[in-house]
């Protein structure tokens, strides 16, 4: 009998991580193991291999895959850009150039930021003749020879990617379709994206950065896709493959080949969608996720159980527009890298070590500290990990910071320094959720912290010490949850279209007419890749603004016919958002505009969940052991658990070493830890948990 095995695989900079849940059982098997950076498919593949291994299955087994992946977002950003064209209208040539009006933390950067490199520069922007206006109607037709042209000037240069943002395409696709038909007939091999099927938007700079992005990733993509089938080989191969869309979605590989711009950032959003598993189960609904991996650090709000999404995001220095999580990241992870700048202070990534070579300690780590190496001479991470895989060299770590100590100048301890290692990256990683939560007005510590990755639970019980935020919450296998939430997570397609009305000039039957459009588009897509109409939902919503302003609040429409009392209900919603994001609204003084109507479809799926754990009253599990551990100034003979024996129920009092396969928790002096019946540890300062004993 078949197992129905669910297959989830996240590709980070360090580890890929594997998870394998049997839908039949919900018995759950974690594995990780090394990215290779070189070819990611290996690591992909073997790491599928080793997690049935694990589970005693076999590729019989397996009802379907999914995958998170950066290989959008790397191919631009480390990647050198020098094979992408552009095709505009006849005036518009300079539009990268021009771009925004804005310049990265305010104006008063100005003296020092340098606008980054354009995707394309000016001698390789082509323009057609042609125009149409804003409702889509042809001015002046497009003119082909121009366009035969521009197809025959790329050809000549080896261009092997081309975007195309006509004027207005957003209302009419047709003059950008007739180019594709041209650039494929004068040059068959070049790669073309479209605007109107990217983003069929207005903005004219943000439509052109984005069809660019989806361009230059196309090839990166689908060569990548193709290697993962190959390693799979032809029977793993041959199983459903899905891909995480940076919206909080999965989508068929077949359709990610054709839009790759919506994978820009899959991984991170996989982690916040399984974080917002992890804050329905736990009653923590507002929360602050933190995904410290090898390279990285990735931060998301969660308010009411639910991500913030936004479709104002960028990949590196250039703006996309399209349906993402609200992911921030910063350069601070395990193999985050300790040097010293010019004026002689010391820093800690965003440099990193990566897999290859990896921190010091590691067998063949590279020759400067890391944050893991820090870790490690102070005692607070294991002498192997994943499971004793990687065996760490102490020495080397020690060898390594003491000379650090001698090139900074100061008469310090090689402890001594390891604790300001950590400390830097604590603050890094707190001073961004500061930003993140007060800057919208928010109160940090009305949140809880939800650490996962492999290197977050050494360090966030003290992140959230210094935020004064009410728990730390690590789940269970926290350096796999991103993978966890790969299989948590159901179908997604995005659809859109610009149509700017007045308040006072809203046709009710254009506005029933577009949203049953949109609704159709996403129907066809989804039951293209083979969902069952039955489990599909649909989501309408609206993009809109008081008239005057020029940024727009989405926002969700109601269901049911389009009429008069539809659209009351709509904007009813537009003032409570607003409200809700800036404080005030002007409701009965001023008109509202749309400006984007958007359908989401769903293919609901089903949730994995995370087991209960039997409770066992009257059973304290026993300590793995003790280790002298650094905190505050000296070494503590500190009791050592293994996780797999924490009982639900069961408290301690830190400081303390929690160990699994994967990562290490560790709990500071005055603090309180407690696992919960999922087996989530819940960390809280002694006082605020006194406070809670005190309310039960």
């Known amino acids: 009998m078949q197992r129905g095995l669910r297959i989830g695989i996240d590709t980070g900079g360090t580890f890929t991580d594997i998870v394998c849940v049997d839908s039949t059982t919900g018995t759950m098997q974690v594995t990780k193991v090394a990215t290779t950076s070189a070819n990611p498919a290996v690591g992909l593949a073997h790491g599928v291999r080793a997690v049935l291994q694990h589970m005693g299955a076999s590729v019989d087994d397996v009802a379907g895959l999914a995958h998170g992946t950066t290989v959008a977002t790397n191919a631009l950003l480390q990647g050198a850009i020098d094979s992408l064209g552009l095709i505009v209208t006849t005036g518009f040539r300079h539009i990268l150039e021009i771009a925004r009006q804005s310049v990265p933390d305010g104006y008063g950067n100005s003296y020092f930021w340098v606008k980054p490199e354009r995707l394309v520069p000016l001698h390789l922007v082509c323009e057609v003749g042609g125009r149409l206006n804003f409702k889509g109607e042809e001015l002046r037709p497009l003119d082909d020879t121009s366009a035969v042209a521009a197809a025959r000037f790329f050809r000549s240069r080896g261009i092997r990617a081309v975007g195309v943002c006509l004027l207005h395409s957003y209302a009419d696709g047709r003059h950008e379709r007739r180019v594709r038909d041209i650039l494929n007939s004068e040059y068959p091999d070049c790669v073309v994206s479209l605007s109107c099927e990217v983003l069929p938007e207005y903005r004219e700079y943000e439509r052109a950065v984005t069809t660019l992005v989806d361009a230059f990733v196309k090839p990166h993509m ?46 991170p959003a996989a982690g916040a969608l399984g974080s917002a598993v992890i804050a329905e189960i736990t009653g923590f609904r507002d929360l602050v996720t933190l995904d410290a991996g090898g390279t990285s650090t990735d931060l998301c709000l969660i308010e009411d159980g639910k991500p913030h999404v936004t479709n104002s995001g960028s990949v590196g220095p250039f703006p996309v527009r399209i349906p993402m999580i609200n992911v921030e990241t910063i350069g601070t992870g395990g193999g985050s890298i300790a040097w010293i700048s ?71 301890t090689v402890e001594q320094l390891a604790e300001g290692i950590v400390e830097i990256a604590n603050w890094n990683q707190v001073n961004r959720i500061r930003q993140m939560t007060i800057q919208r007005g928010l109160d940090p510590r009305t949140f809880a912290l939800l650490s996962f990755g492999g290197a977050g639970p050494a360090q966030s019980a003290a992140v959230m010490d210094l935020l004064g935020m009410s728990a730390c919450l690590v789940p269970p296998n926290p350096g796999n949850l991103s993978a966890f939430g790969l299989l948590a997570v159901d179908w997604r397609t995005d659809q859109i279209v610009t149509k700017v009305m007045h308040q006072d000039a809203i046709e009710l039957g254009t506005l029933a007419s577009l949203y049953a459009q949109l609704e159709n588009e996403a129907l066809v897509s989804l039951e293209r890749d083979g969902i069952d109409p039955g489990r599909i939902r649909l989501v309408r919503e609206a993009d809109m603004r008081y008239a005057g302003q020029s940024m727009e609040v989405r926002v969700v429409a109601p269901v049911g016919t389009v009429d008069a009392q539809f659209l009351a209900r709509l904007i009813e919603e537009f003032h409570a958002a607003h409200l809700r994001l800036f404080g005030y609204n002007y409701t009965g003084e001023q008109k509202i505009e749309f400006v984007n109507l958007c359908v989401s479809g769903f293919g609901l799926i089903e949730h994995p969940q995370l087991p209960e754990l039997e409770p066992r009253p009257g059973i304290t599990p026993l300590r793995k052991g003790t280790r002298p551990v650094y905190f505050g100034g000296a070494f503590r003979d500190t009791p050592v658990y293994e996780r797999s024996a924490l009982s639900r129920g069961f408290g301690l009092e830190g400081p303390a070493v929690i160990e699994e396969y994967g990562s290490t928790t560790v709990v500071f002096r005055d603090q309180h830890l407690e696992v919960d019946r999922h087996g989530v540890l819940v960390i809280r300062r002694k006082r605020l948990a006194e406070v809670g004993e005190a309310a039960q």
Request: charged share 20%.
């Open 222 to 267: 689908a060569y990548y896709l193709r290697r993962v089938k190959r390693e799979l080989g032809a029977s793993l191969g041959a199983k459903p493959f899905l891909v995480m869309q940076s919206s909080g979605g999965v989508m068929s590989a077949e359709q990610v080949v054709r839009k790759p711009i919506m994978t820009a950032l899959s991984g």
């Open 342 to 412: 010019r004026e002689g202070h010391l820093k800690v990534g965003p440099r990193s070590a990566g897999a290859e070579p990896g921190p010091m300690c590691y067998p063949k780590g590279g020759d400067e500290p890391t944050l893991t190496d820090a870790n490690l001479v102070l005692g607070r991470i294991p002498a192997a990990l994943i499971g004793g895989g990687i065996a760490l060299n102490l020495q080397r770590a020690r060898d390594g910071l003491a000379a650090l100590a001698i090139r900074l100048g100061r008469h310090m």
